[in-house]
């Protein structure tokens, strides 16, 4: 069926590391894999995607890998400071409908 | 920027009661969608919708319908609410299937159900 799943439930890093947070999914008829930023209290916001056709993409301190091989997609965050405290989900969006399937979300936990 | 406004932060409800939970959005976004969040599960989608009057069932659509009367908001109903539709409920928005900002959700604070 389809599932888009996360290693780890909890991620605790030192402020200043870098972060890793990672996804693995089972259904390959994505065009788009996509990244969300949780907050407390707000809404999921859009952090990043990578077309499907990728393997790398870069934004502001942030990096999204996709190895498709192993259907794997991780988000790289560099520097990581208190703000980045959140629940990170990693989606997929599904080439014949538009839709986007979540994953069940990874804490990361910022430790002064 | 985009609001996508969920009327009620927090509701208390009983067991056989009817449930409404209203969203608006401000940006004239064609594509509108309902997701429930529980913890370990991350976000399931109900329903959705791709412009006014049209309404596709999502992932998990029993026990829930919607309406999408006009283009701005989208309605999910719950008929009879029972225990486990107790939940956070995400509303989220977007510009449509085919243009440059299809992967961006703009999502609402989200509506806390309890259902006793």
């Known amino acids: 069926g389809e599932s888009v799943g996360l290693h780890l439930p909890t991620l605790s890093v030192q402020e200043g590391d870098n972060s890793i947070i990672n996804c693995a999914y089972s259904n390959s008829a994505s065009d788009y894999f996509i990244w969300y930023k949780q907050e407390s209290g707000k809404g999921p916001q859009f952090i990043i995607d990578i077309r499907s056709n990728m393997d790398k993409r870069q934004g502001q301190r942030v990096t999204v890998l996709l190895n498709k091989t192993v259907k794997h997609l991780s988000l790289q965050i560099a520097a990581t400071q208190p703000g980045d405290s959140a629940v990170y989900f990693c989606?997929?969006?599904?080439?014949?409908?538009?839709?986007?399937?979540f994953g069940q979300g990874t804490t990361l936990q910022v430790k002064p | 920027d985009v609001k996508v406004t969920q009327s009620s932060r927090y509701l208390v409800k009983r067991t056989g009661e009817k449930v409404f939970l209203e969203c608006v959005q401000d940006m004239d976004h064609e594509n509108m969608f309902w997701y429930r969040q529980d913890p370990g599960l991350g976000l399931r989608l109900i329903y959705f919708?791709?412009?006014?009057?049209?309404?596709e069932k999502g992932d998990i659509p029993e026990g829930y319908s919607v309406s999408r009367e006009k283009k701005e908001r989208f309605s999910l109903i719950l008929e009879s609410a029972s225990t486990n539709q107790t939940s956070m409920y995400l509303c989220?928005?977007?510009?449509?299937?085919?243009?440059?900002?299809?992967?961006?959700?703009?999502f609402g604070a989200g509506s806390r159900l309890t259902v006793l």
């Open positions: 919708s791709y412009d006014v009057k049209m309404k």
């Open positions: 989606a997929e969006r599904k080439s014949n409908t538009g839709k986007l399937i």
């Open positions: 989220a928005s977007r510009q449509g299937t085919v243009s440059s900002g299809a992967n961006v959700l703009t």
